[in-house]
């Protein structure tokens, strides 16, 4: 379980930076956008407003958010994404996976910010026909854990993911694309197939893992709220004996973004691997 202790210390602070400095990074934070107010925060991150007010010293030392009196604390990233860059990039895929809470999300969005390359999420995409077929067939909507889903309803999903890709390609346009993608990175014969399919179409592949520690991902998923996530946080202990494995990574060539409180921003490793990419290309 992660700690309770939600008032002391830097880890907690410094989760609280990365997860609103990876929404600016991200795009879902604006420049200008005015952030919510400090007992506001903390409710959503959990913890209390001393460490609320010390997470936005750090935010505010990074040139990531103003404090302007009288009108709160706004976003400035205005020094964020160098789109000039973006037309010199060949067309490429990114899968972007991770674990539920390890801000895959997040990831995929800054690659598409410096890259220009569209965003297809498979819960944006799926997420309203799965709902609606797991009431169908008895279950809860927001069921992501039982045998009915795994089995009847997971594969569909990544059905639709892979012919959204494909389609996209097939037009020369590489994209990022976002799910937990466990099994299928642990399937060596499924990425090959993926690899050779963007093949056909000149498209090139580099699969990302987004790896990050529970206690992360326990505040990623208690701020976002989704209702997805009820079960998870209800049975934390037992979803992570039974569906987390923190050693976890693809069993082809890779890129690990790490997203703990103490690592590099998102941006940076980001930046890093694109330039990787440009360079083997």
Known sequence: MPSQDHDTGAPVRDRVVRAIRNDIEAGRLRDGEALPATRALAQQMDTSVFTINAAMKVLASEGLIENRPGSGRVVRSGHLAPAPQRAARAPHAYFVGGYAGSGKSETARVISRLTGAPVVDKDTITRAVVEGALEAMGRPPHDRESETYLEHVRPREYECLNATVLENAALGIGVVGTAPYVAEFGDRAWIDRSRDQLSV????????????????????????????????????????????NVDFRPVDEHVVIHNSADSEPLQSQVTRMLSEVAARS
């Open 201 to 244: 179409y000149g498209i090139g592949l580099t699969l990302v893992w987004v790896s990050t520690d529970v206690e992360t991902m326990h505040t990623y998923l208690r701020r976002r709220g989704a209702a997805r996530d009820t079960v998870k946080l209800a049975n934390w202990s037992d979803y992570l004996k039974e569906r987390i």
